[in-house]
T-cell receptor, first 113, second 109 residues
Framework: ETGVTQSPTHLIKTRGQQVTLRCSSQ?????VSWYQQALGQGPQFIFQ???????GRGNFPPRFSGLQFPNYSSELNVNALELDDSALYLC????????????FGPGTRLTVT | EDKVVQSPLSLVVHEGDTVTLNCSYE??????LLWYKQEKKAPTFLFML????IEKKSGRLSSILDKKELFSILNITATQTGDSAVYLC?????????FGAGTRLTVKP
């Protein structure tokens, strides 16, 4: 039990739609990172939020956006969904800015048809 | 371009065997190398390595980093069926965390 929770568990969307994924960080953690993991691949870093500010971004287009709230929970929004967006989306929280010693949530499986 | 390469991609062993998983990297502004175990969905943290030559150990698992040759190994001794998982290596720099594709380890009884 890592303490990081994500919702929903599974989601099916149609190409062109928009989606919002949610993450609650482990108690006391002020940093949340989001990753996309395609089948058979390692996770790819999307971006990180530290104390409600974006703190680093990977190679993802602007239609991937995020938000962190005062309680350090976070949202990942994806606009204009494409088929290639189908993946497991992982959220990870940590005590410090940066990506070390993160605790991952169980993920949201997004399928775009 | 920054990259992290793990080998082998998959491995099948029997209980009691010892395995060595490899991770090589080319990353600018290296900060740390991390190992994770992913059984179903959530990767779980195993080790973080920042200095060369210092072995990190946890039970039957150990890992070491070589910053000159740009690689790390993860050793698992006396493997058990519960060690079956995908083992991910990740390298952190100033702006990013880059993961390898993972090594899928299957331990047969």
């Amino acid at each position: 039990e890592t303490g990081v929770t994500q919702s929903p568990t599974h989601l099916i969307k149609t190409r062109g739609q928009q989606v919002t994924l949610r993450c609650s960080s482990q108690s006391g953690h002020n940093t949340v990172s989001w990753y996309q993991q395609a089948l058979g691949q390692g996770p790819q870093f999307i971006f990180q939020y530290y104390r409600e500010e974006e703190n680093g971004r990977g190679n993802f287009p602007p239609r991937f956006s995020g938000l962190q709230f005062p309680n350090y929970s976070s949202e990942l929004n994806v606009n204009a969904l494409e088929l290639d967006d189908s993946a497991l989306y992982l959220c990870a929280s940590s005590l410090f800015a940066g990506r070390r010693e993160q605790y991952f949530g169980p993920g949201t499986r997004l399928t775009v048809t | 371009e920054d990259k992290v390469v793990q080998s082998p991609l998959s491995l099948v062993v029997h209980e009691g065997d010892t395995v060595t998983l490899n991770c090589s990297y080319e990353v600018t502004n290296f900060r740390s190398l991390l190992w994770y175990k992913q059984e179903k969905k959530a990767p779980t943290f195993l080790f973080m390595l920042t200095s060369s030559g210092i072995e990190k150990k946890s039970g039957r698992l150990s890992s070491i980093l070589d910053k000159k040759e740009l690689f790390s190994i993860l050793n698992i001794t006396a493997t058990q069926t519960g060690d079956s998982a995908v083992y991910l290596c990740a390298v952190e720099n100033n702006n990013d965390m880059r993961f390898g594709a993972g090594t899928r380890l299957t331990v047969k009884p």
